[in-house]
């Protein structure tokens, strides 16, 4: 699920959004929007996912970081003043690295691994939304993104 807020900059023809955008309160990004009030063209980027886990306790370490964007068309559906279904298709491109470090002790021997891992993961997200407005500009905005991706690891 995403949640968007956004501000609109309207001439008579032209729509224009800005928007945040989180994805499981894991991942953020930017998203902006640009038509008109029947479809919109939309552009993510900056999907940023950082994750680092190491503790005293824990014999792992594990850094991962993601970035990707998309790109894709929209058309909206209103129902009424305040709210408006969306339907649409995004081409995405995500990049994911992963670098694991472990260390075990068994038998007095110490053991160490290391494996750093690096996925391209282009595909296609599928959009629904409904957007809920609460002002003349700004916008609540919740999307899901059925997906086809594949993730493809060069080692």
């Known amino acids: 699920i995403m949640i968007s807020l956004h501000s609109h900059a309207q001439t008579k023809e032209k729509k224009r959004e800005l928007g945040l955008t989180t994805y499981s309160l894991n991942n953020f990004g930017l998203q902006f929007k640009t038509g008109n009030d029947q479809s919109m063209w939309r552009f ?18 594990i850094n991962n970081f993601e970035l990707g964007f998309s790109i894709g068309r929209e058309r909206s559906i209103r129902s009424n003043e305040k709210i408006e279904f969306l339907i649409g298709l995004d081409l995405k491109f995500d990049f994911n690295f992963r670098d694991e470090r472990y260390y075990e002790i068994i038998d007095s021997i110490g053991y160490h691994s290391y494996s750093k891992r690096i996925i391209y993961k282009p595909g296609l997200n599928f959009v629904l939304g409904i957007n809920y407005k609460i002002a003349d500009q700004q916008v609540i905005s919740a999307e899901i993104f059925p997906a086809l991706i594949y993730a493809y690891n060069p080692e």
Do not use: H, P, Y
């Open 44 to 61: 993510n980027s900056l999907v940023l996912s950082s994750q680092n886990r190491n503790n005293e306790t824990d014999t792992r370490k």
